[in-house]
């Protein structure tokens, strides 16, 4: 499953014992730096959005991202119930809008292990929206984990970013996209190569 995440071995190995520690806290076992609230950072098409699908899979997945289990699957789907994946509807997040999510947030999971907030485009929360989520970030409910994307720390309100563990993902290498587009898509070795090449390290530009 994780194969998709392509050139960002770092964070993957990062994301997948982060996922480890949370199957074990959820035995009220306190593990030092385990963290709720997660900040997943990188240029366009180096995978944001997916390392955050895969994360949120492989926290609800008993197995730890097995891919292939109805948690998995419905998570990639996107139909899990007990994962939220938010996206600003105008240029910038608004306070009721945020406030809203927060009260999503307090809601214990029906069907998962986790109740998890994917907020897409974290850098266009207002100063305003920012306060109104800060709360929920620095002391998330018993069974809620946040996941907030970005392209940089840099872009995200600081007091935001200072309540979040950082993952930062890079541009993935021409080659290892072109791989994927050959074993993934079945498109043609040349094509590939030419299409990898061409994205400078978008993979969803690639593909198209």
């Not at 709720?36 to 995978?47: A, M, R, V, Y």
């Amino acid at each position: 499953m994780w194969e998709e995440l392509i050139g960002q071995e770092f964070s993957v190995k990062a994301l997948k014992q982060a996922s480890l520690d949370a199957k074990e806290s959820i035995s009220n076992k306190v593990l030092p730096g385990f963290s709720q609230s997660w900040l997943i950072t990188g240029p366009p098409g180096s995978g944001r959005s997916t390392a955050a699908r895969l994360f949120a899979a492989t926290l609800q997945c008993e197995e730890n991202g097995c891919g292939k289990c109805v948690s998995c699957i419905s998570v990639n789907r996107g139909t899990h119930p007990d994962v939220h994946v938010i996206t600003p509807q105008g240029l910038s997040y608004g306070v009721s809008d945020t406030r809203n999510l927060v009260r999503e947030s307090s809601m214990m999971p029906s069907l998962g292990q986790w109740n998890i907030i994917i907020l897409e485009d974290a850098d266009r929360l207002t100063t305003e929206a920012g306060n109104a989520l800060l709360k929920a970030i620095e002391e998330p409910g018993r069974l809620t984990m946040w996941i907030l994307c970005a392209p940089s720390s840099k872009d995200v309100l600081i007091t935001i970013k200072s309540r979040c563990r950082i993952i930062s993902l890079r541009t993935p290498p021409a080659e290892e996209i072109a791989e994927l587009l050959i074993t993934r898509d079945k498109i043609d070795k040349a094509t590939a190569y030419f299409a990898a090449h061409a994205s400078l390290g978008h993979v969803g530009r690639a593909k198209l």
